[in-house]
């Protein structure tokens, strides 16, 4: 996945402390061999963060979040992995070359630094035509942007620009700037005449405000353009996909919001440019905007990184609520937190703040409704509850959603929170259930859902045996040599214990290290690692000199297990060859399990 060779990943581990590190960002405090202090990531009066130095790995109590000194800025500075490396390889004087060095890759970035490099001149473009541009040119956007309310503090703020009504003014401007023309083609600013009489190409916005959208980490993707002539057909257009911009990818703001969405806890979700604008110039900073589709998983999964709950946030006319309710089962499988606040019909963010203020907006936004209220009464609204097909239709409806749920108490509470409120009993819900965990099968998830999932092999918990051998050999290096020697992962019964064991097995044979912050490395699901963590930064509780002992029991239980497994295969396989009477394999299996009952 990363481009980043894996010798130098290891090199930043091995020269970055990790405490300080930590310690440069929140104060630590010595207990023992290990640290401690409030955890960065989420409130706390007591200090449930513990760094541990000699394994060089953190890991939070109170929130789950662990890690190694990469995870820990990846969360922290809010970079992706391969930025994380980076920024501490710098810190630590490595110099970190491109694992991806052919020709390929090298031209596809240098087009993405141009194409980025281009979106950035049209920004200062745009938005010197607004702020400097003359009147006579220029009057009637400010004009639109004054009775939007949005004087020059704002326009400056969000790099608020206009692209003048011509057909060639940027074009132009990046030629002069010395952009050729495969970069301004790629950068999706201009449209390219598609008949061969007219080559050329013209300025794809015309006449219009100018949004700049920026990815998180402030660099701007693209652009979205309001339309001021009203005979223009489209009020909003957007840019196409390009080498730095795919669709269902960003979130207008994050680049403003993202502290406050972490500081917050918690993200309000609304749909336009100005419904982000409007709250956060009155100080709600904890916004992002959806651009009016649906969320995606990538979006979701970009939110997460700075808060799992979500405030939805739409006007109730058909295309928001649309919006609204396909996002809502999306945020719930992505395990997401979520409410709705719906506005009155007609009013959005922008308008109600400007009638109502910050203050109710708050409020509104605290009293959002969880999403089984918010549906159950739009469903109460649409059927009839008396009605015994009314209830089943209803109850139908919000088992589908209760199912997506993945948290066990929460969806328990829902269900019994459906039961009294349709006054049905526990066995007609579980008939009801039934029947959709029954049809579900038939409906297959989006096709990007289910690559970027979760690998489902992986979702399962270790058993308590699992859990201390791993624990072990995470711990000391002269556990793993004794493991390696003793036992196979093929041992183990579960599915992910055999991969970190596989893992660690492997570090032990390359000569390198297989402590809780390498082996970490070695794993995309998130799930496993956190696991990990929790398991390596569990206090010690044993008493000395019993650890040999425990660790030799551990082993002997896992190895009788793992034979007694064996042992059945084979007698089942010794059955099979009797039954079809092949005598010479017959002959080899019954070799083979005399072996191992002997071994
Ligand atoms: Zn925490």
């Given at each position: 996945m990363s481009l980043i060779p894996e010798e130098i990943i290891t090199r930043v581990l091995e020269r970055t402390d990790i405490a300080e590190l930590i310690g440069s960002y929140t104060p630590l405090k010595r207990a023992g061999k290990n640290y401690k202090a409030l955890c960065p990531f989420h409130n706390e009066k007591t200090p449930s963060f513990?760094?541990?130095?000699?394994?060089?790995?953190?890991?939070?109590?109170?929130?789950?979040?662990?890690?190694?000194?990469?995870?820990?800025?990846?969360?922290?500075?809010?970079?992706?992995?391969?930025?994380?490396?980076?920024f501490l390889a710098a810190k630590a004087g490595i110099e970190v070359p491109e694992k991806g060095r052919d020709a390929d890759s090298q031209k596809q970035n240098a087009l993405r630094d141009m194409v980025f490099a281009a979106n950035a001149a049209a920004v200062e473009y745009f938005h010197a035509n607004l702020v400097g541009g003359r009147e006579k040119e220029v009057g009637v956007a400010r004009e639109y942007l004054k009775t939007r309310k949005l004087n020059l503090d704002a326009v400056k703020r969000f790099k608020i620009g206009y692209s003048y009504d011509a057909w060639d003014g940027l074009t132009r401007h990046l030629r002069t700037k010395g952009f050729d023309s495969a970069i301004i083609d790629n950068s999706g600013l201009v449209v390219t005449r598609a008949d061969g009489a007219k080559k050329g190409s013209y300025d794809r916005f015309r006449g219009r405000v100018m949004f700049p959208i920026f990815d998180y980490r402030g660099r701007p993707v693209a652009f979205g353009a309001r339309a001021l002539k009203k005979d223009d057909k489209a009020k909003y257009i957007n840019s196409p996909e390009t080498p730095v911009y795919t669709k269902g990818r960003h979130l207008y703001g994050l680049n403003w919001a993202k502290d406050a969405l972490a500081r917050e806890d918690r993200v309000i979700i609304v749909e336009g440019?100005?419904?982000?604008?409007?709250?956060?110039?009155?100080?709600?900073?904890?916004?992002?905007?959806?651009?009016?589709?649906?969320?995606?998983?990538?979006?979701?999964?970009?939110?997460?990184?700075?808060?799992?709950?979500?405030?939805?946030?739409?006007?109730?006319?058909?295309?928001?609520?649309?919006?609204?309710?396909?996002?809502?089962?999306?945020?719930?499988?992505?395990?997401?937190?979520?409410?709705?606040?719906?506005?009155?019909?007609?009013?959005?963010?922008?308008?109600?703040?400007?009638?109502?203020?910050?203050?109710?907006?708050?409020?509104?936004?605290?009293?959002?409704?969880?999403?089984?209220?918010?549906?159950?009464?739009?469903?109460?609204?649409?059927?009839?509850?008396?009605?015994?097909?009314?209830?089943?239709?209803?109850?139908?409806?919000?088992?589908?959603?209760?199912?997506?749920?993945?948290?066990?108490?929460?969806?328990?509470?829902?269900?019994?929170?459906?039961?009294?409120?349709?006054?049905?009993?526990?066995?007609?819900?579980?008939?009801?259930?039934?029947?959709?965990?029954?049809?579900?099968?038939?409906l297959p998830r989006p096709a990007d859902a289910r690559t970027n999932g979760?690998?489902?092999?992986?979702?399962?918990?270790?058993?308590?045996?699992?859990?201390?051998?791993?624990?072990?050999?995470?711990?000391?290096?002269?556990?793993l040599k004794e493991a390696r020697a003793q036992i196979d992962p093929g041992d183990l019964p579960g599915e992910a214990a055999r991969k970190v064991l596989a893992a660690a097995y492997g570090l032990f044979d390359e000569g390198r290290e297989a402590g809780p912050a390498a082996l970490v490395g070695e794993f995309a699901d998130e799930g496993l690692r956190r696991k990990l963590m929790a398991i390596a930064s569990e206090p010690d509780t044993m008493a000395p000199g019993t650890a040999v002992k425990a660790f030799g029991d551990c082993l002997k239980r896992i190895r009788d297990r793992g034979r007694k497994g064996k042992r059945e295969q084979w007698r089942e396989k010794i059955r099979q060859a009797e039954k079809s009477g092949d005598h010479e394999a017959l002959r080899r299996a019954q070799e083979e399990f005399n072996q191992l009952l002997k071994g």
């Open positions: 513990v760094v541990t130095p000699d394994k060089q790995i953190f890991h939070c109590f109170g929130c789950g979040a662990g890690g190694n000194a990469i995870s820990f800025v990846v969360k922290q500075e809010r970079m992706d992995f391969p930025e994380a490396v980076r440019y100005l419904d982000f604008i409007r709250p956060f110039l009155a100080g709600v900073e904890n916004v992002a905007a959806s651009q009016g589709t649906a969320l995606t998983p990538d979006q979701i999964r970009l939110l997460r990184r700075y808060t799992r709950n979500v405030t939805m946030l739409f006007d109730m006319d058909p295309a928001g609520q649309s919006a609204a309710l396909r996002s809502l089962d999306i945020l719930l499988e992505e395990e997401m937190d979520v409410k709705v606040a719906a506005l009155a019909d007609g009013e959005d963010p922008d308008s109600f703040i400007q009638k109502f203020g910050a203050e109710d907006f708050r409020r509104y936004v605290r009293e959002a409704k969880s999403l089984f209220e918010f549906k159950l009464e739009r469903l109460k609204l649409e059927f009839d509850v008396r009605a015994a097909e009314g209830r089943g239709a209803i109850l139908r409806e919000m088992l589908t959603t209760i199912e997506k749920v993945a948290n066990t108490s929460v969806k328990s509470s829902y269900l019994k929170e459906l039961r009294s409120s349709l006054s049905v009993n526990e066995y007609e819900i579980e008939a009801e259930r039934q029947n959709i965990l029954k049809k579900r099968p038939a979760p690998d489902p092999a992986l979702s399962v918990g270790f058993s308590s045996d699992e859990e201390w051998l791993l624990r072990f050999i995470m711990a000391d290096a002269r556990w």
